[in-house]
């Protein structure tokens, strides 16, 4: 376990050796697998990145078991029973679940958000595509929306007498915009997997089907039409952004920054998307290192000012 791993576990007091391995083996997928993710978590108070380590390690590993070429539908049903029925009892002997049961018994998660979220992960197993994007945002509610609700506890609010109900609107459309972003920049990932997330009706409206877009794949280029899709679907993505930027100051604080950055840092996915032109299909998009460096160090600085501003926040839930 390295060096700042063994600081956040303490910090969040967790004392348990197999917690403390399901956590620190969390914490290693993260920075593996969400790069972007990980960096704007290190800008949260200390003792609340481990659980933010178990959410996303739990959304990756059943987001890996779909995704697989070989994706196995019994081996997906299994694995999620099993975590249901564990969760239930309060605890596993998978580390992962192991972790991610913890965080949601510590922060009073509901659990109905992972039943939602496991559900749409099934979908994954067999829809290939959506007629139209309120059919796409039901299937999203599950993939992205609880996340954000997930996330809610552990972020905290500012003003401690505000209903949840308030600010949860905020937390589902920036979960939105995460994944719809994710969608226009994967379109090629995602054709390889079988599947068109893109509403078929804005595909249609533009005169494309799925051989454009396999066309598009193969040879790695973009014509008039799919240029045209993807630029009203980033508008689509942007407006998601927008309705979500105002719930960062409901949230506590010395979670502001944390929530600005991973914002900032994902909208420019859509610019980087623009700058080529729109062509998705050649390699997979990205914010430049020294960018995303640039945004994450802004967000220390203000994440910093406030840990250092006496507001009376819990580190970890009693």
Known sequence: MGLAGTRELAAAGITSSRLRAGYDL??????????????????????????????????????????????????????????????????????????????????????????????????????????????????????????????????????????????????????????????????????RLGRVYLPQDSLHSFGIDRDRLQRATRHATVDEPIRNLLATEIARARDLYRHATPGIELVHPTSRDCLRTALILYSRILDEIEAAGYNVFGRRLSVPVAQRAGVAARGLIGALAARREPRGDRAIPT
């Open 26 to 191: 969390c914490r290693r997928i993260n920075a593996k697998h969400g790069k972007t993710y990980y960096l704007a978590t290190l800008l949260l108070p200390v003792a609340k990145r481990p659980y933010v380590h178990a959410l996303y390690a739990f959304a990756r590993y059943a987001d890996d078991i779909v995704d697989s070429l070989d994706a196995d539908a019994d081996r997906f049903e299994a694995w999620s029973a099993e975590f249901l029925a564990d969760l239930d009892l309060g605890t596993s002997t998978d580390p992962v679940a192991r972790a991610v049961i913890d965080t949601i018994t510590r922060w009073d998660i509901p659990q109905a958000h992972f039943a939602d979220f496991l559900e749409a992960m099934r979908a994954d197993l067999t829809v290939t595509s959506y007629a139209t994007y309120d059919d796409l945002a039901k299937y999203m509610w599950g993939s992205a929306a609880v996340i954000g609700l997930q996330m809610l506890p552990i972020l905290g609010r500012a003003d401690p007498t505000m209903s949840w109900d308030e600010i949860e609107p905020y937390a589902v459309n920036l979960g939105l915009a995460f994944q719809y972003t994710n969608f226009l920049r994967d379109v090629a990932e995602d054709l």
